[in-house]
């Protein structure tokens, strides 16, 4: 596909061709019952979604829990440039378009995940390999723009939340890291040229800066560089309206001795006052909990990733912001944890709502109730 088809905005006929191919299922808003979390999150004003793509996008047995419980979806990794990007000159929009396509089917809304991942690795490779000719500060500009223009344009209509900026921070060092793009054209300008572009194309939509920084106590550095950085873009005036926070809970490394990690929750409620102080809307973006150091025995380990999920929705709700709470993933069965240090005793990992049968867990139970608990917004 060129860059000139791919300008055409997602309308309802396209959107209806790539969603034939797929036997889509019944309307979801018929098939979600009372007692789902969208429709518990809806009755205090709470869209609770998931992400889909790839392999589970091709499962009927998820595509049909997704559709049973969520109000939102997030493409997992069809968004992102590398999935959209072949090379400089090209998009690749099917698989983006087939997921749009079953959510508009199935009525769930849609978020778009990212338009920068504001990360060499994450980047396909044509990037930092591209010509940027004799004026590459012009020329890496044009290329960002066209990017966010096209695909944010693209789904303006059907996405009214974008991933703006995704982890543009080394939390090891409170920096901004560096790319191809930001090498020409500065760091903190490539984020503000990100959203300024991502305004213009969705004017409506909800522009998000999205990063992983957390409850921690060996996160400070992380917190931090966030505040400066929302500091500096709010500053230079740059169209940013809420803060992802990813919420990937748990242990940074398997091996760690204190379970599911020591918390500040301290700090943690000072940093989000600090980001609504600001102004800023808050959303659960990418929420599971990484239980490595957590006992084997799996009635144990649920209920301890229950207890923990509750506890941190909790506080997050106690929030008026936070209006979207999004898991990545709800079955264990696809998690990307399960490919992302394995557990010391061997066993499959246990991080989502739901087991790998699909079966709910006391994860999902606690995600219903703090819904229940929560202050309508
Ligand atoms: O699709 C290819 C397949 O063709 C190929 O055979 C296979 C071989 O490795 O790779 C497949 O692509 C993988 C893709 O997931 C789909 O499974 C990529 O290698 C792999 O890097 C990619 O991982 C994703 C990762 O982001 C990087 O994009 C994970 O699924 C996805 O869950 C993860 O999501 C991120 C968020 O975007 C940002 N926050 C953290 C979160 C978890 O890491």
């Known amino acids: 596909m060129t860059i000139e088809q791919s300008a055409l905005p997602f309308t309802r006929r396209s959107l209806l061709a790539a969603g034939a191919a797929l036997a889509l299922p019944l309307p979801a808003a018929a098939a979600r019952s009372p007692s789902s979390l969208a429709a518990l999150g809806a009755a205090k004003g709470i869209r609770f979604g998931s992400t889909i793509g790839g392999k589970t996008m091709a499962d009927p047995r998820y595509r049909q829990l997704n559709a049973a419980e969520c109000a939102l979806i997030v493409p997992e990794n069809e968004m992102k440039w590398a999935a959209l990007r072949p090379d400089a000159r090209h998009f ?19 978020r778009g995940h990212t338009l920068l991942w504001h990360s060499e690795r994450w980047m396909p490779q044509w990037v930092a ?8 500060a012009i020329e890496a500009e044009r290329l960002l723009v066209d990017h966010v223009a096209t695909v944010a344009g693209r789904y303006a209509d059907r996405v009214d939340s974008f991933d703006v900026v995704n982890e543009a921070i080394d939390s090891e060092t409170g920096k901004l890291r560096e790319t191809a793009l930001s090498r020409h054209l500065g760091a903190i300008e490539t984020l503000e040229l990100a959203f300024r572009a991502a ?40 169209p940013v309206d809420a803060l992802g926070v990813q919420s990937h809970l748990g242990s940074k490394f398997s091996d760690t001795p204190t379970g599911l990690g020591s918390l500040d929750e301290t700090a943690w409620r000072r940093f989000l006052d600090e980001v609504t102080g600001m102004g800023f809307d808050l959303l659960v973006t990418e929420m ?5 150091p957590l006992p084997g025995d799996i009635a144990v380990r649920d209920a301890q990733v229950a207890a923990h999920a509750r506890a941190y929705l909790d506080l997050m709700l106690s ?39 699909y079966k709910r867990k006391p994860f999902r139970d606690a995600i219903a109730a703090a819904f229940n608990a929560a202050a309508p917004r």
């Open 92 to 110: 690749d929009f099917r698989a983006a378009d087939r997921i749009v396509a079953w959510s508009t089917a199935n009525d769930i809304g849609v």
């Open 129 to 136: 390999d591209h010509d940027y000719g004799s004026s590459p």
């Open 199 to 238: 305004r213009q194309a969705a004017p409506e939509a909800q522009l998000v800066y999205n990063d992983y920084m957390g409850w921690r106590s060996d996160e400070g550095l992380h917190r931090d560089a966030v505040l400066r950085l929302l500091e500096q873009l709010r500053k230079r005036r740059a």
């Open 288 to 292: 599971d909990v990484h239980e490595n």
């Open 319 to 357: 929030y008026p912001q936070t209006k979207t709470v999004i898991c990545w993933g709800l079955s264990d069965r696809y998690s990307w944890l399960g490919d992302f240090r394995q557990r010391p005793d061997g066993l499959p990992k246990r991080p989502s709502p739901f087991d790998a049968n």
